[in-house]
């Protein structure tokens, strides 16, 4: 397993690379604050950095429509998909947060602040994503990373002993 040190405290927008790409286990955990009259931000798990790459997954809370809510999405080929919506968002404005992104065989766990709050399909390779970019009126504390895979999976040859 790699370690790949944390990012701390980087200006947004922000742009860095994750070590190894995305395989199923591996957590990404954002930790920040939502600026003050925040309208919108987003956390982006990308294919390399280039203008307009493809986007795996596209979190995007919105507080400057009238409901508020979380947008997510995929880019291919500079293209959105269909939109998933989520008419709650789970992060204040003013107030700290932890995201966390665990990433599953077909889905992205996501969860806020210790709670789960929802599953995205993978639409793309979760093997092509090697990039993370934040942009919007957040205030970023940390990115980290890390490798649960072993931590998840028994091995299937072996009882567990308590």
Same mark, same amino acid.
């Given at each position: 397993?790699?370690?790949?040190?944390?990012?701390? =405290?980087?200006?947004?927008?922000?742009? !860095?690379?994750?070590?190894? !790409?995305? *395989?199923?286990?591996?957590?990404?955990? @954002?930790? %920040? /604050?939502?600026?003050? +009259?925040?309208?919108? &931000? *987003? @956390? +982006?798990?990308?294919? %390399?950095?280039?203008?307009?790459?493809?986007?795996?997954? *596209? &979190? =995007?809370?919105?507080?400057?429509?009238?409901?508020? *809510?979380?947008?997510? =999405?995929?880019?291919? $080929?500079?293209?959105? !998909?269909?939109?998933? /919506?989520?008419?709650?968002?789970?992060?204040?404005?003013?107030? /700290?947060?932890?995201?966390? &992104?665990?990433v599953n065989r077909d889905t992205y766990s996501v969860i806020v602040n210790g709670a789960h709050f929802m599953e995205y399909l993978h639409r793309?390779?979760?093997?092509? #994503?090697?990039?993370?970019?934040? $942009? !919007?009126? #957040?205030?970023?504390?940390?990115?980290?990373?890390? =490798?649960?895979? %072993?931590?998840?999976?028994?091995?299937? +040859?072996?009882?567990?002993?308590?």
């Amino acid at each position: 397993m790699d370690y790949q040190q944390p990012f701390c =405290n980087p200006s947004v927008p922000f742009t !860095g690379c994750i070590q190894g !790409g995305l *395989h199923e286990g591996k957590t990404i955990t @954002v930790t %920040g /604050r939502v600026l003050p +009259n925040a309208k919108r &931000f *987003h @956390v +982006n798990l990308q294919c %390399g950095s280039k203008e307009k790459p493809y986007v795996a997954l *596209h &979190f =995007n809370p919105r507080y400057d429509e009238s409901k508020h *809510h979380v947008a997510c =999405n995929t880019m291919l $080929s500079s293209k959105w !998909g269909p939109e998933e /919506r989520k008419y709650y968002i789970p992060m204040t404005q003013e107030e /700290r947060f932890t995201l966390l &992104f665990l990433v599953n065989r077909d889905t992205y766990s996501v969860i806020v602040n210790g709670a789960h709050f929802m599953e995205y399909l993978h639409r793309m390779s979760i093997t092509q #994503v090697d990039t993370i970019f934040v $942009s !919007g009126d #957040v205030e970023i504390e940390s990115i980290a990373f890390s =490798n649960s895979a %072993g931590l998840l999976k028994q091995p299937a +040859n072996q009882d567990v002993v308590m």
